[in-house]
């Protein structure tokens, strides 16, 4: 079925899309010739393709079976990152920073955790030992989160735009776009 309506190039675009997410290299690599820029364009338009795009929920759909992957197992580990504070795995102390004990820590702070790093070096007055501890990116995994819930999709920009202009987008089913300008008053927007 995931095959259906799709040339040879197509399906092996989207197999290759796949691999790395990446869709002007499989765009090239599914076997189209062009140069990067029109590889890029044309790698865009195929993204769009009704044909191309059930193809690829299909193959992300097998994936998440292969791997028992669920999506909220995702989100779980994304909040996980974004949500981490670096205190729940050392805390400062005057005399510098102390590191939790890693037996302590629960999996959602050893979820957040990117490396831990310790070097030691030898200087005439004795040795002197270097912890480091380094966190995930907590905005890129915000980011992710506000990408998943739609704060930053357009339709959410143009209302955070008309609103500085003191507009307000509001439901209206009697409208053919089902969405009604309001100007704000006083207390926010008139009814």
């Not at 307000?168 to 053919?176: K, M, N, V």
Request: aromatic share 8%.
């Amino acid at each position: 079925m995931k095959y259906k309506g799709l040339t040879d190039k197509q399906r092996r675009f989207c197999e290759e899309y796949m691999l790395d997410f990446n869709a002007t290299a499989a765009y090239l690599r599914a076997g189209y010739k062009a140069n990067a820029e029109a590889a890029r364009r044309n790698a865009s338009r195929l993204l769009t393709n009704s044909n191309v795009q059930a193809c690829l929920e299909e193959l992300r759909s097998e994936s998440q079976r292969d791997a028992k992957i669920t999506l909220e197992q995702t989100m779980q580990e994304i909040g996980r990152v974004a949500f981490g504070n670096i205190t729940d795995a050392l805390s400062f102390s005057p005399n510098g920073v102390v590191f939790q004990d890693s037996n302590q820590l629960d999996d959602s702070v050893t979820a957040a955790i990117a490396s831990v790093a310790m070097t030691e070096t030898e200087t005439e007055s004795g040795v002197y030992r270097r912890q480091a501890l380094k966190m995930h990116n907590k905005i890129a995994a915000l980011a992710l989160l506000a990408d998943f819930f739609g704060v930053r999709d357009d339709f959410n920009k143009a209302r955070a735009t008309f609103k500085r202009y003191g507009l307000a987008i509001l439901p209206d089913p009697d409208s053919p776009t089902g969405w009604r300008l309001e100007r704000y008053g006083p207390s926010g927007p008139d009814t």
